[in-house]
C-alpha cells in the first residue's frame, strides 16, 4: 500500500516524504511544482507532475497506486498575497480540496491527513490556543484553511472520509544533514529572511512592528522543527489507520518567542551580525501565537525531538550554508 502525498515537492511535503521513506513507507507524490521542487523529493518517492484541481490526472494517478491514505499539503500560503487576491486562494486550496475529496471517494480511499494552520484561529481571544477555540480567520489564506477543514468534516459525515487536521503555528529549519529545506521565492518567512541577512544576500533585516502589547513590543511566535512536524503526519496516518474518528492537532511547541529573541538567537547562532531596522506592522500579523499542543502529546503520542529555537535555526543555517542558491532550478520552472 502507498501514501500519496499531495505538495511532496515543497518545504514540508519534501520532509515529510523523505521522513516517509526512512520509515519503510511506499510513497507517491503528486505536485505541479508552482512552488515546490523537483529535487527535494526523496529517490525512493514515485513522483507525479500535476494539479490537485486536474481531475483526469489525479484519477489515472489514483488509478496507478493502491492508496492507503493521503497528505495533503498542495496548497498556497502566502498571507499578504491572500488578502490581494483572495481567489486565488479559494480556486487552489479550497477547490483543491473538492477536486481531491472528489477523487479519493471515487477510488474509495477514506483517510487524508491536512495541512492546516494557526490561520484559522485569527486573533487569539486566549494563549495559548485551543484546539476548541474559535475559528475566525483574519485573512483569505486562514479562510481558505477553514473551509478546507469544514468540507472534510462534511465529506466525513457524507462518505466516511476521515481526516486529521493539523493546525501548524511557525514551522523552520531543515533535515539535519543539510540535503533539504526551505526555498520559497519571494521568501516571506522569518528564520529564512534573518538567514539570507546573515548570508549577506539582504542588507537587512525588517521587523514589522514594535508597538505590540508583547514582552519586547515585537510579534510573539511558536516555532516548530520540520521534522517533528513531518513526523506528526506519519503519527496522524498510523491514528487513522488504528479507526480512530476524525480529529484536529495544533502542533506547536507551547513556548513563544519575540522577533527580536528570534534575530538575537539567530546572531548567536551563526556568528554574524545581522543588521536590522524596526519597520511598520505588516496587515494581519496578530499579536502573539502560542500554541496549547498537548493534544498532539497525549493522543498522537506526539514527541518533537527540537526543543529550543537555537536548534532550530542551527538546522536551517546549515541548509542555507551548503545550499546558497537554495535547489537553483529557478530558470527551469
Ligand atoms: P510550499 O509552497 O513549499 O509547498 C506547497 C507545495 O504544493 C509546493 O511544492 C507546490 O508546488 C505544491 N502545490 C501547490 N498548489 C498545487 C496544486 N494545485 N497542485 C499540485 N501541487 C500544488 O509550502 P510549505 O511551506 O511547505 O507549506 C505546506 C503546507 O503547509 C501548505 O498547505 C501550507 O498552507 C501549510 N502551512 C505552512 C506553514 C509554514 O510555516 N510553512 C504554516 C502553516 C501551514
Ligand atoms: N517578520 C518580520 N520581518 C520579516 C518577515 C517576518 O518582522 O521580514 C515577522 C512577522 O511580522 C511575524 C513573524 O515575523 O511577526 C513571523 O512571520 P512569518 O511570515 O515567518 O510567519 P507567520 O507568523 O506570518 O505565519
Redo the contacts with the bound molecule.
Keep these: 500500500m502507498t501514501v500519496l502525498v ?9 520532509h515529510a516524504v523523505d521522513r516517509l521513506v526512512q520509515k519503510g513507507y511506499d510513497v507517491a507524490v ?8 523537483r529535487a ?1 523529493v526523496n529517490k525512493q518517492a514515485r513522483f507525479y507532475e ?5 481531475q483526469k490526472f489525479l484519477n489515472d494517478v489514483f488509478d496507478k497506486e493502491d492508496i492507503e491514505g493521503v497528505i ?6 502566502v498571507v499578504p498575497e491572500s488578502m490581494e487576491k483572495p481567489l486565488k486562494y479559494f480556486d ?2 479550497t477547490a ?1 480540496m473538492v477536486s481531491l475529496l472528489e477523487v479519493m471517494n471515487k477510488h474509495n480511499v477514506k483517510r487524508i491527513v ?6 484559522t484561529y485569527g486573533e487569539p481571544k486566549q494563549i495559548p490556543i485551543k484546539e476548541t477555540d474559535p475559528q475566525i480567520p483574519t485573512n483569505p ?1 486562514g479562510e481558505s ?1 477553514l473551509m478546507m477543514e469544514k468540507i472534510m468534516h462534511w465529506s466525513d459525515q457524507a462518505y466516511g472520509i476521515k481526516f486529521v487536521a493539523l ?6 529549519g531543515a533535515k539535519e544533514d543539510g540535503s533539504i529545506g ?3 521565492h519571494p521568501e516571506t ?1 522569518l528564520v529564512p529572511i534573518i538567514l539570507q541577512v546573515a548570508a549577506g544576500e539582504r542588507k537587512e533585516l525588517s521587523i514589522f512592528g514594535d508597538d505590540y502589547p508583547t514582552k519586547d513590543g515585537t510579534n510573539v511566535r511558536d516555532y516548530v522543527h ?1 521534522v517533528d512536524l513531518a513526523d506528526a503526519h506519519i503519527l496522524a496516518l498510523e491514528y487513522l489507520k488504528a479507526g480512530h474518528d476524525s480529529n484536529a492537532f495544533n502542533l506547536g511547541s507551547s513556548t513563544g518567542f519575540s522577533n527580536k529573541e528570534m534575530l538575537e538567537a539567530a546572531r548567536k547562532v551563526t556568528g554574524k551580525e545581522i543588521p536590522a531596522k524596526m519597520a511598520p506592522r505588516r496587515a494581519g500579523d496578530p499579536s502573539t501565537l502560542i500554541a496549547a499542543s498537548d493534544k498532539a502529546r497525549e493522543v498522537l503520542n506526539w514527541q518533537p525531538q527540537f526543543d529550543n529555537v537555537e536548534d532550530i535555526i542551527r538546522t536551517a543555517w546549515n541548509w542555507k550554508q551548503t545550499h546558497p542558491q537554495g535547489y537553483n532550478d529557478r530558470e527551469t520552472k
Design positions: 499531495l505538495g511532496g515537492a515543497g518545504y514540508i511535503g519534501s503528486v505536485d505541479n511544482l508552482v512552488t515546490g521542487h527535494a500535476g494539479d490537485v484541481r486536474d495533503h499539503f498542495a496548497a498556497f500560503s487552489n486550496n483543491g491536512f495541512s492546516s494552520t494557526a490561520a489564506y484553511k493546525r501548524y503555528f511557525n514551522v523552520a526551505e526555498d520559497h518567512h520540520v
